[in-house]
């Protein structure tokens, strides 16, 4: 089946560095791939999101890029701020199988000032 | 407000005990999911309807959780004779699927189960 892995965290960082979190899936078909965070207190909320091979997702200075070839969807950030703390979540949904997401088990992101 | 909406937030019940989630999702939304989260792990998806019918249900689905969508509107997920390791987080999500292609999930905010 299905299945999506991403890196353990925590990963603890200082504002203004670099974040990358790695995302790797394996899917039989041709899936859309997704980031979802997670805010303290707050629900999952949509991220960035590639619905074929070779598309950038980005949002809120995120991006990731749909790679076929490597089977991944690592999600960067040139410059963290503290309010991107939070818990990331890297999955996919294959529409012929009724677009369920199956999620990674999620990455925690501590930004420190 | 036009989110998904889940009731109750929380709930604390006995081994054994039956307990039953609602779930209200954004207007007009003709899918709708239910997804399990434990502790440090991400949502893993249980079952989902469009419309009123369920389309497909998770092996993780044991025969003592049923789910319903009576009227292609709202949602109830029930477990019977709860178990401890049934405490985890609920999630329900909705979404307006076209015809083909992705549709954005939108999730609500959980209904966080303890069983003692």
């Known amino acids: 089946g299905d299945s999506v892995t991403q890196m353990e965290g925590p990963v603890t960082l200082s504002e203004e560095a670099f974040l990358t979190i790695n995302c790797t899936y394996t899917?039989?078909?041709?899936?859309?791939l997704f980031w979802y965070v997670q805010y303290p207190g707050e629900g999952l909320q949509l991220l960035l999101k590639a619905t074929k091979a070779d598309d950038k997702g980005s949002n809120k200075g995120f991006e990731a890029t749909y790679r076929k070839e490597t089977t991944s969807f690592h999600l960067e950030k040139g410059s963290v701020q503290v309010s991107d703390s939070a818990v990331y979540f890297c999955?996919?949904?294959?529409?012929?199988?009724?677009?369920?997401?199956?999620f990674g088990g999620g990455t925690r992101v501590l930004v420190k000032p | 407000d036009t989110g998904v909406s889940q009731d109750p937030r929380h709930k604390i019940t006995k081994r054994g005990q039956n307990v039953t989630f609602r779930c209200d999702p954004i207007s007009e939304h003709n899918r709708l999911y239910w997804y399990r989260q434990t502790l440090g792990q991400g949502p893993e998806f249980l079952t989902y309807f469009q419309n009123e019918a369920q389309l497909e249900k998770s092996r993780l689905l044991s025969d003592r959780f049923s789910a319903e969508r009576p009227k292609g509107s709202f949602s109830t997920l029930e477990i019977q004779r709860t178990e401890q390791g049934d405490s985890a987080m609920y999630l329900c999500?909705?979404?307006?699927?076209?015809?083909?292609?992705?549709?954005?999930?939108?999730f609500g905010p959980g209904t966080r189960l303890t069983v003692l």
């Open positions: 999955a996919l949904s294959d529409w012929s199988a009724g677009n369920k997401l199956t």
């Open positions: 899917a039989t078909g041709y899936p859309s």
């Open positions: 999500a909705s979404s307006l699927a076209g015809k083909g292609g992705w549709d954005e999930q939108f």
